[in-house]
């Protein structure tokens, strides 16, 4: 997903008015909070079996399964 590219920077009210009635114009709030969320989701893109493999150590290579994000989300059966 591509997204559009953003120009950000501080303006006055009028010039904020005179923008925001302009044709195609999106006004939006965020806060840093946010952005950091949206980066950490970035970061976190690698597959479940990418993230075991780039972490876990080689001894314990042969109980990767154990490791898995996906299987962990699976309640065992009662």
Known sequence: ??????DIC????IRFYR???QPNTVAFTTS??????IIKEKESELTDKE???????NQHWKFKDVF???ASDILPPH
Do not use: F, H, T, W
Request: aromatic letters at 4%; charged letters at 25%.
């Open 51 to 57: 993230l075991v493999e780039q972490k876990l150590p």
């Open 10 to 13: 501080c303006v006055g009210a």
């Open 68 to 70: 898995s994000k996906a």
């Open 1 to 6: 997903m591509d997204l559009p590219l953003v």
């Open 32 to 37: 840093l909070y946010e952005i950091d969320r």
């Open 19 to 21: 923008n925001l009635v």
